[in-house]
Every structure is written in structure tokens, then in C-alpha cells.
């Protein structure tokens, strides 16, 4: 069993900068990879950035640039630095794991086994 917990969000202004946390415990290995996504209010859970366990990154397109997905792999956090922000960012964002699994790109929520209780960024104009 794997257990996430998020931290990092928050209320900024337009083109502030937010880093959000994800801790990581239980017991993974093998394989795996991990993402952060996120949902706004009346909208679907999207995909934002995933990562593997052999540190391949992707990103959707909207957050391309501004975005940095990354891992401290001893202290089992990922990480999610988020730059230029938009009132279009804010939504809940929510950690991920997909247990021995591989995924390369961003893949669709049911794909992932694992998941945090989210924290909200609120980006205000």
C-alpha cells in the first residue's frame, strides 16, 4: 500500500510561482511512475506531468515551459514547480502512482493506482 500526501498550495497573483510536495510512503519498487494532475470545478481530472522511475519526464501541452515535474528519490518526494501562472491554473492538484507500470506521456487517470487528497492553487488575475 502506498500512501501520498501533497502540500505547496496555495493563493498567488498572476505570473507567481508555486512549488507543490508530494510525500511518498509504503513500499514501491520495481517500476513505476508518478504524476501530478489536477481539476478545476465542473471540469475533468487532467493530467498535468508524469514522471517514470527511470526519471522520463512529459507534460501536457497547457503547462509546457512552465511546469517542472521532479523527484528527491532517497526522500521519496516528487515535486511539481510551477511557474508563469495563469487563473487558468488553478484547480486542485492531485499526486499519482502507478504501481509497476511504465507510462510514457500523459496518461489518462484510471491508469494510476494511487493517489493523494490533493491541495488547491488559486491563481488570481
Known amino acids: 500500500q502506498v500512501q501520498l500526501v501533497e502540500s505547496g498550495g496555495g493563493s498567488v497573483q498572476a505570473g507567481g510561482s508555486l512549488r507543490l510536495s508530494c510525500v511518498a510512503s509504503g513500499y514501491i519498487f520495481g517500476d513505476y511512475s508518478m504524476g501530478w494532475f489536477r481539476q478545476a470545478p465542473g471540469k475533468e481530472r487532467e493530467g498535468v506531468a508524469v514522471?517514470?522511475?527511470?526519471?522520463?519526464?512529459f507534460y501536457a501541452d497547457s503547462v509546457k515551459g512552465r511546469f517542472t515535474i521532479s523527484r528527491d528519490k532517497p526522500k521519496n518526494i516528487l515535486y511539481l514547480q510551477m511557474n508563469n501562472l495563469s487563473p487558468d491554473d488553478t484547480a486542485m492538484y492531485y499526486c499519482?502512482?502507478?504501481?509497476?507500470?511504465?507510462?510514457?506521456?500523459?496518461?489518462?487517470?484510471?491508469?494510476?493506482?494511487?493517489w493523494g487528497q490533493g491541495t488547491q492553487v488559486t491563481v488570481s488575475s
Open positions: 499519482a502512482e502507478a504501481d509497476g507500470r511504465l507510462l510514457f506521456g500523459i496518461r489518462p487517470a484510471h491508469e494510476f493506482n494511487y
Open positions: 514522471i517514470s522511475s527511470y526519471g522520463s519526464t
